[in-house]
């Protein structure tokens, strides 16, 4: 069901930005203390904040944000990790993040949101990063995918520590939080492989039938689903069925750029329309649902990201964050 701009919800909240913001994120791991991390990006800087929302304490009207600290760097961030040894509920904070950045190198951050701040820039792809992610366990290791065909596993220290070829660019990732040897690894030629990380062979790959596939989810809360957009469609697949996907439906016209599952509720998702367009689209689906159950809009809107328990979502947008809350 492709949706118009005519129904289109306005965001629940806004935060204003300095410049356009090319990417955000949710922390997803907990030891957050009160509220949530939240890092977003565009071309110079990179903001952590955190924010509460009347969901999470009554005494709070909406939505409260606060800026911890400003990362001036220079350089276009084109996507941004978390770290689950993040730690802001003890005495002595610690953040750490990992971005891609568009020069093609990685940069991992860590900060005690004072006067100590490091950046570790680590190197070897030899074109543009799309994603990356930190092992959920012990966030010892990262693993990051390209348009250079690899995928590449880094220890913190910027050394490369094993690298796979894939069949066409590198477009998602997602680490399994359980069984820390399986990392998906979806291909824009619309192949999502499941690699096992001790033999590095593929031990399952699902199908699109179809291409460019532009991104893909893992449902973490129930690891049977994955979830992906290809041309201007979103695909289900239930893996224990079929290589094939069991849902495929037409959401966005001008393209479909990004999907994520809800970390909230395992029937939730979320996908965009291709941002550069006057207005990109933001559509929330249920899996119960025949149509989407939200549209929201914004001026070229791009990143996507789930809040770690609400059923909130939030993207970027032209010199603001957007925060939409979805009525279950």
Same mark, same amino acid.
């Given at each position: 069901?492709?949706?118009?701009?005519?129904?289109?919800?306005? %965001?629940?909240?806004?935060?204003?930005?300095?410049?356009?913001?090319?990417?955000?994120?949710?922390?997803?791991?907990?030891?957050?203390?009160?509220?949530?991390?939240?890092?977003?990006?565009?071309?110079?800087?990179?903001?952590?904040?955190? &924010?509460?929302?009347?969901?999470?304490?009554?005494?709070?009207?909406?939505?409260?944000?606060?800026?911890?600290?400003?990362?001036?760097?220079?350089?276009?961030?084109?996507?941004?990790?978390?770290?689950?040894?993040?730690?802001?509920?003890?005495?002595?904070?610690?953040?750490?993040?990992?971005?891609?950045?568009?020069?093609?190198?990685?940069?991992?951050?860590?900060?005690?949101?004072?006067?100590?701040?490091?950046?570790?820039?680590?190197?070897?792809?030899?074109?543009?990063?799309?994603? #990356?992610?930190?092992?959920?366990?012990?966030?010892?290791?990262?693993?990051?995918?390209?348009?250079?065909?690899? &995928?590449?596993?880094?220890?913190?220290?910027?050394?490369?520590?094993?690298?796979?070829?894939?069949?066409?660019?590198?477009?998602?990732?997602?680490?399994?939080?359980?069984?820390?040897?399986?990392?998906?690894?979806?291909?824009?030629?619309?192949?999502?492989?499941?690699?096992? #990380?001790?033999?590095?062979?593929?031990?399952?790959?699902?199908?699109?039938?179809?291409?460019?596939?532009?991104?893909?989810?893992? &449902?973490?809360?129930?690891?049977?689903?994955?979830?992906?957009? %290809?041309?201007?469609?979103?695909?289900?697949?239930?893996?224990?069925?079929?290589?094939?996907?069991?849902?495929?439906?037409?959401?966005?016209?001008?393209?479909?750029?990004?999907?994520?599952?809800?970390?909230?509720?395992?029937?939730?998702?979320?996908?965009?329309?291709?941002?550069?367009?006057?207005?990109?689209?933001?559509?929330?689906?249920?899996?119960?649902?025949?149509?989407?159950?939200?549209?929201?809009? %914004?001026?070229?809107?791009?990143?996507?990201?789930?809040?770690?328990?609400?059923?909130?979502?939030?993207?970027?947008?032209?010199?603001?964050?957007?925060?939409?809350?979805?009525?279950?």
């Amino acid at each position: 069901m492709l949706v118009n701009d005519g129904a289109a919800r306005r %965001a629940s909240h806004t935060v204003p930005s300095e410049e356009t913001v090319h990417v955000v994120e949710f922390n997803p791991f907990e030891s957050c203390g009160a509220g949530s991390l939240v890092a977003y990006g565009g071309d110079n800087y990179i903001v952590v904040g955190n &924010c509460r929302f009347q969901e999470e304490d009554a005494e709070i009207k909406g939505m409260e944000y606060k800026t911890l600290q400003t990362f001036h760097r220079g350089i276009r961030v084109d996507s941004i990790a978390w770290s689950p040894e993040t730690k802001m509920d003890t005495l002595t904070q610690l953040i750490r993040f990992c971005a891609a950045d568009a020069d093609r190198k990685l940069r991992l951050l860590t900060s005690d949101l004072k006067q100590n701040t490091r950046w570790q820039v680590i190197e070897g792809h030899t074109d543009y990063i799309n994603d #990356l992610v930190f092992d959920p366990n012990t966030g010892k290791q990262i693993a990051s995918v390209s348009d250079d065909h690899t &995928c590449r596993i880094w220890d913190l220290d910027g050394n490369q520590k094993t690298s796979f070829l894939l069949h066409s660019p590198g477009m998602s990732l997602c680490w399994h939080p359980e069984e820390m040897y399986k990392l998906m690894v979806a291909e824009k030629d619309g192949i999502i492989r499941f690699y096992d #990380l001790v033999s590095l062979q593929a031990i399952l790959s699902l199908d699109c039938g179809q291409m460019p596939l532009l991104s893909a989810d893992w &449902c973490l809360g129930n690891t049977i689903k994955v979830g992906a957009v %290809a041309g201007n469609d979103w695909l289900i697949w239930d893996i224990t069925r079929s290589s094939y996907p069991q849902e495929k439906r037409p959401s966005h016209l001008d393209g479909a750029r990004r999907f994520r599952w809800s970390k909230a509720n395992e029937n939730l998702f979320a996908t965009t329309g291709y941002p550069g367009k006057m207005n990109s689209q933001l559509l929330v689906h249920h899996l119960g649902h025949p149509q989407a159950i939200m549209l929201g809009s %914004a001026p070229v809107a791009s990143g996507l990201s789930w809040h770690r328990t609400l059923p909130l979502c939030a993207i970027g947008g032209d010199r603001k964050i957007l925060f939409w809350m979805t009525e279950m």
